[in-house]
């Protein structure tokens, strides 16, 4: 009998560098700042008024605001913790969290982690992946719940133009355990914390597509292999048929063709899965589906 060789592949050692992360911690006030004018606005703050109210009353701006973005920065939060942790736990080198600001209505373009090293196999990546909009998505439930609950039921103008945010079945689901059926021609006035936890929804459905880099590009990678790039064509296909009722869909489109939508292999692809961490990629599988807001935003009137 020959002898055999037998290679022990070890995940790299996470660097503990004494560097104080600047640029992250600065990038996370930044968006708290950018964040709490969003709520502003949304609590009907007119921060672009005259006198601006940023100068001229900055303690009713940040208390008018601060509740949306203790809210959304929570979710956001949790979501990149989740993979920070999940990935420490398997001795993945990743970046703190980068927090994006942005002059929108939400006052963020989320944020995100960098892998430094590679994923062994796919239980590695499965489990980073999965914690992520798993962890965020507990935290939008709890805040969803809360803001339905000191949100009003409003009739609908007939005569004005009115922003309408989108249903999914999980924000349906609340809406009527919370509040029960909202008589027709009414409607649900979301306060700016409600608001925070729809935005928690949009994030998780937006990260969980099969595409990709993306939280749902890796799941799908980790669950059925080379497959995924199937998945992901089929996803785009479906984004640009979605892109007729609502033109943001083009945009992720765009994006997801920039990002690659077909994920590159780990080290070690041939280790199975195992029962378990099957059913934690079909639970994020079902959480996308709850998720799912065809048509996120939309004008009447």
Not at 9 to 25: I, Q
Not at 35 to 59: K, M
Not at 254 to 261: C, D, E, V
Request: charged share 10%; with cysteine; proline share 7%.
């Amino acid at each position: 009998m020959e002898p055999a060789l037998v290679v022990r592949l070890r995940s790299p050692e996470v660097t503990r560098g004494n560097r104080f992360p600047w640029l992250n911690v600065l990038l996370f006030l930044a968006t708290c700042i950018s964040t709490i004018l969003a709520g502003a606005f949304w609590e009907g703050v007119s921060i672009f008024g005259h006198p601006n109210p940023i100068f001229h009353d900055p303690l009713a701006v940040f208390t008018a605001g601060l509740p949306f973005s203790l809210s959304l920065m929570a979710i956001l939060l949790f979501h990149e913790f989740g993979h920070y942790v999940a990935a420490r736990i398997h001795r993945v080198e990743v970046t703190f969290p980068y927090f994006v600001p942005a002059p929108n209505i939400i006052g963020t373009f989320g944020a995100f982690i960098k892998s430094k090293s590679a994923f062994m196999d796919r239980r590695q990546l499965l489990d980073v992946a999965a914690a992520g909009p798993l962890a965020g998505l507990v935290v939008a439930i709890i805040v969803l719940i809360v803001g339905i609950s000191q949100s009003r039921i409003m009739p609908i103008p007939a005569d004005s133009a009115v922003m309408l945010f989108g249903n999914s079945l999980l924000h349906t689901m609340i809406t009527i355990l919370v509040r029960g059926s909202i008589p027709e021609g009414y409607g649900l006035m979301l306060n700016s914390v409600a608001f925070a936890g729809w935005v928690g929804l949009l994030v998780t459905m937006f990260n969980l597509l099969p595409i990709g880099q993306l939280d749902g590009g890796h799941i799908m990678y980790a669950l059925f292999g080379k497959a995924q790039k199937n998945l992901a064509y089929l996803a785009m296909l479906g984004l640009l048929v979605l892109s007729y009722w609502w033109s943001g869909w083009a945009l992720w489109l765009f994006l997801t063709i920039l990002m690659r939508p077909v994920h590159p292999p780990t080290l070690l692809d041939e280790i199975p899965l195992g029962g378990g961490r099957r059913w934690l990629g079909y639970s994020s599988i079902a959480a996308f589906i709850l998720c799912f807001m065809p048509v996120p935003m939309s004008y009447v009137g």
